[in-house]
T-cell receptor
Framework: GNSVTQMEGPVTLSEEAFLTINCTYTATGYPSLFWYVQYPGEGLQLLLKATKADDKGSNKGFEATYRKETTSFHLEKGSVQVSDSAVYFCALSNAGNMLTFGGGTRLMVKP | ETGVTQTPRHLVMGMTNKKSLKCEQHLGHNAMYWYKQSAKKPLELMFVYNFKEQTENNSVPSRFSPECPNSSHLFLHLHTLQPEDSALYLC???????????????FGPGTRLLVL
């Protein structure tokens, strides 16, 4: 079956630090991969996505590259801000409109 | 603004109450979903509706009863809930999956439910 594994948090960084949140997956076929972000008290927002191998998704300074050889989709940002503090979810979509989520990683950015 | 709205945003109910959660999407989608988000647990898919037809029931207890009267509206009727049902209930919508790829799901802000 499908599964998504994320690094456990919380991840605590100082403002302007480099961010990496690891995500690996197990799936049959060729899934689409997503990063969602959940700010405090809100629902999930799509951050970025990639639909095939070697695609790079990017948005708001965040990037992730679909690596089929390592079954990974790590999230990176060169310089985090306090406003990036949130919970980040890696997810995959395979057959049938179903999303499989990782457990989420809480990011805390301190000024 | 995600185009998916949910009401109420917060709900407190007793175990003998009956209440309903409402979701509405303004994105022209034809698939809608209910998810449950509990503390320290991964997001759980509860129900999927495609073109108003339920296509997935992820072993959800019968005290949760979904209703999808049209492609834009989705309800979750609640009765005789338990304290462990307290959670954030998220609604999402998408286009139906195409042959070419998997469609992105867009989420509402959620209803935070507390069962006393």
């Amino acid at each position: 079956g499908n599964s998504v594994t994320q690094m456990e948090g919380p991840v605590t960084l100082s403002e302007e630090a480099f961010l990496t949140i690891n995500c690996t997956y197990t799936a049959t076929g060729y899934p689409s991969l997503f990063w969602y972000v959940q700010y405090p008290g809100e629902g999930l927002q799509l951050l970025l996505k990639a639909t095939k191998a070697d695609d790079k998704g990017s948005n708001k300074g965040f990037e992730a590259t679909y690596r089929k050889e390592t079954t990974s989709f790590h999230l990176e940002k060169g310089s985090v801000q306090v406003s990036d503090s949130a919970v980040y979810f890696c997810a995959l979509s395979n057959a049938g409109n179903m999303l499989t989520f990782g457990g989420g990683t809480r990011l805390m950015v301190k000024p | 603004e995600t185009g998916v709205t949910q009401t109420p945003r917060h709900l407190v109910m007793g175990m003998t109450n009956k209440k309903s959660l409402k979701c509405e999407q303004h994105l022209g989608h034809n698939a809608m979903y209910w998810y449950k988000q509990s503390a320290k647990k991964p997001l759980e898919l509860m129900f999927v509706y495609n073109f108003k037809e339920q296509t997935e029931n992820n072993s959800v207890p019968s005290r949760f009863s979904p209703e999808c009267p049209n492609s834009s509206h989705l309800f979750l009727h609640l009765h005789t809930l338990q304290p462990e049902d307290s959670a954030l209930y998220l609604c999402a919508s998408s286009h139906l999956q195409t042959v070419e790829g998997r469609e992105t799901q867009y989420f509402g802000p959620g209803t935070r439910l507390l069962v006393l």
